[in-house]
């Protein structure tokens, strides 16, 4: 609001309703996400998590009648393999059971993919991305703010704000949705899913290198995996794009 304030004076109802919709799409996201994890394990809700890649293209392909070809659902099969090796260092210990905390998780994936799908229709309004995205992080503010209200807890204080909170807002959360929101102005929704999947790559890579955990095979080859699926897709993307 601070740097866009000119832009924030021309705000219209695109932007507004974009905004609202995508505030609390990001929300159920993160809400179900968070409680999710109290029953579940992390990587178990890591994996589920990551199927907001394939809600993408159903999503698109049941709202908005668009499929996608055939090898590029190879690779969605491909990078999801992947995630399932980073996500399970042992895959004997992956666990076929469905939990409260997996359905939760499920609802944590889908509210990341209609967030996606929903930015990646901006481009067919007369929006704004920085307005929508401002009206964004807004909504989702005060639905956590509303919630934390309704089910109770003590209420964080502008004097107990550390670092790691400030680098979750700041940081993970409006850097990062700022920058996906711009990105979105120029990648489809499906690439989009895709391209974040090696979220999972740079996670692993950072609690390698600060919390001094092991890499294993598993990791190399789930990262090999999603690689080379990411390389496919942007290959396929730029050899259709020619042939337009």
Not at 40 to 56: D, G, H, P, R, W
Not at 191 to 208: H, N, R, V, W
């Amino acid at each position: 609001m601070i740097f866009y304030r000119k832009s924030l004076k021309k705000l219209n109802r695109y932007d507004f309703i974009f905004g609202v919709l995508a505030g609390i799409f990001l929300f159920s996201a993160f809400a179900f996400q968070t409680y999710g994890l109290k029953y579940t394990t992390v990587s178990k809700q890591s994996f589920l998590t990551s199927l907001y890649i394939i809600m993408i293209p159903i999503l698109d392909l049941i709202i908005f009648k668009k499929s996608i070809p055939k090898k590029i659902i190879g690779i969605f099969v491909m990078i999801l393999v992947g995630l399932l090796f980073i996500s399970f260092e042992n895959l004997s210990s992956l666990e076929l059971s469905f939990n409260y905390g997996d359905f939760l998780t499920i609802l944590c994936a889908l509210g990341f993919a209609l967030n996606i799908v929903l930015i990646s229709k901006t481009k067919g309004f007369d929006t704004n991305i920085m307005n929508v995205t401002i009206v964004q992080m807004l909504s989702t503010g005060v639905l956590a703010f509303v919630s934390q209200l309704v089910f109770g807890g003590d209420l964080v204080s502008f004097t107990s704000l550390n670092f790691s909170l400030l680098y979750l807002i700041l940081i993970c959360t409006m850097l990062n949705f700022s920058l996906q929101n711009i990105s979105q102005k120029y990648v489809p929704a499906h690439i989009m899913g895709l391209i974040l999947s090696t979220e999972a790559i740079f996670g692993t890579i950072f609690a390698i290198a600060f919390l001094g955990e092991v890499i294993s095979m598993n990791f190399v080859i789930g990262t090999i995996l999603i690689t080379i699926g990411v390389i496919l897709i942007q290959y396929f993307e730029n050899k259709s794009g020619d042939k337009e």
